[in-house]
């Protein structure tokens, strides 16, 4: 049975070869990006049920969902909700209750006389109306096991995917952190420990899963998330001196940015020529430019990034441009085309779709320096595109682009480093950024192009449905083009992608004729993404039906409404940018935010902060009062620079910390080095030559 059994568990270990997974699980956690034993253990609860209050049996009421201790006192078969199991009753001094099971075998691991701890849901039989559990989480009390984990105490509780209950994931976490083979070297040194009161490594990671009380899971990611941050600043600063090669100078006076300023179609806002010479500043110089921008959606970031882009052609080398999804670089790769048309600069689009011999001619053109300007996804840092002279990047809607990214970029650019330009529509606090980035610059665009059509933003019940559709056809019939964005389901693309099409369906039957609909997803082949967004831009679509694909930079400017659906499942940045599809004419546009009946209060905040404000700023700030500081257990899977477990805004202590022990150490290396307490990892960090471990 036992085959390759590895004699010892490493954090790299992949994670098939854990007690419980084998190689059909292990599909299961790719789709989670879980490949390895790290990501397992770093997989940090979404929350926590605290089951450690026990309900006496007499006081269960339907529907509620309780902890009850109690003795095994009758085993037998049982048919109930119309179906033949068996049940086991406990009884403890105030009453009796029976657990339910519908495969009769489960009740074989039971003996008269067990105590049993059991959670769950309790329900109710609707003959007699006594309440009772349904396969309940539960425990026998003495027998050692994973059950022993899930009733009577702190449950960690992960995001629930398709086919990875959150139970199965707990289970082989527990297995692992319970394999004696497993080993989890130390990060942090006695020292810094000691000093903020953290765990050890693996204690943390032990306490993270399951703790005894939420202060413990409360210490527990504290440790983490201070590893997670110290590690990081000793990234970024160890070598950056060493390793910090010169930038090409670009001088920002020439031909084709004169041209290129003199036929806009527009004047540019204040705020854009204030960039414009902040950026020309900067990549006149040996020093790489490292800048953010920041900008809320619609205040014409596209252009400055084009700007730059130029700048680097006319000094005569490459400049890239990426974006985070295909979409967005297809785009780009038009609008680039459409400023440039007469600009005689040879722009190229890599892109997943096109063909072997294709790609190979493009690669080609790039190494040889053909290829002036560059476009694709984040792609391109990943695959084996070779430039001739690279000289500046742009990344487009991406904060999170991290160091590892930069650092791969900067292995792609030869002797000089390029001059870098991150933007977003996601305001980041000035002080956090700085936390972040040290050395960066911030530009910010605080001011959207005049003539701007005014936003109206409305939250309709879905009972209304079909009236706001039959407004929609009125609108689309006076010349409106339109969005519907399918609900979000999390971490779940394929359930996305069926909600987007049966949408779809549906209006095709019920649409009217002068109604012409295309449908957008991430699974459509390229061609027909990319002809579909075509005939969108040329209306030969008047309404568009997508997922959250087109929620980043899709600029459709004469788009005017966007409907969007089971609007409380989307977070309020979000909802925020794809709002900020509409808008970018002098045409009034409608955003419609479809909601169903019952939902959370602070989806109702979120909500109703988007019908009163069309300001980024304003809605970052209420979306963190609205979640608030107290959420610590919530914690994403995707926060800021692809962190695992830190936040940026609510571990701000913790990451002020990290960095000021971090960069003390870069500072006295050689002393540290000689202390033997200072972790293994640590050593190897820094007397390696990797700047930039991933
Ligand atoms: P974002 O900042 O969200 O990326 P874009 O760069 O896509 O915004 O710009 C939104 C729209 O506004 C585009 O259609 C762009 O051509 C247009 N635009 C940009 N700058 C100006 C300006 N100064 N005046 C008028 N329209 C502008
Ligand atoms: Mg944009």
Redesign the pocket.
Known sequence: MDKQKPSEITLDTPIQYVKGVGPQRAQLFRKIDVETVYDLLYLAPRRYEDRTKITKISELTPNIYATVRGFVSLIGPRKLIGKNGASVVIEDSSGWVEIFFTIPEMVKKFSIGDEVIASGRISQDRYSGRPFFIHPEYAIVGKKGVEELVAGTIVPIYTQTESLDTRLVRKIIYNVLNDSRLRVPETLPEYMRERYYLYSRREALKKLHFPENLDEAQKARNTLVFEEAFYFFIKINWKKEQSLKEAHVLKPNGEITRKFLQTLP????KS?RKVIAEISQDLSSTKAMHRLLQ?????????IAIYSLLVAVQNGFQACLMAPTEPLAEQHYIVLNEFLAHLNINTVLLSRSITRKKREELLESIRKGDAQIIVGTHAIIQENVIFKNLALSVVDEQHRFGVVQRGKLLEKSGEHTPHFLV?T?TPIPRTLALTFYGDLSISI?DEK??NRGKIVTAVRSEEKRKEIYKWLFDKIKEGHKAYIIAPMIERSESLEIKACEEIYRNLLEVAPEYVKIGIMHGRLPTEQKKETMVKFRTSEFNLLVATTVIEV?I?V?DATIIIIEHAERFGLAQLHQLR?RVG?SERKSYCILIRSKNISEDAQLRLEALEKSNDGFYLAEADLEIRGPGEFLGTKQHGFGGFRILHLRKDKEIIEQSKIEALKLINNKDKILNIKEISENLRTLLEGDEVYVA
């Open positions: 527009f004047q540019l806002t854009q900008g809320d959606v619609g205040s014409g970031k596209t252009i933007m529509a665009l192009p005049a930079g600029d400017p900020g970018r």
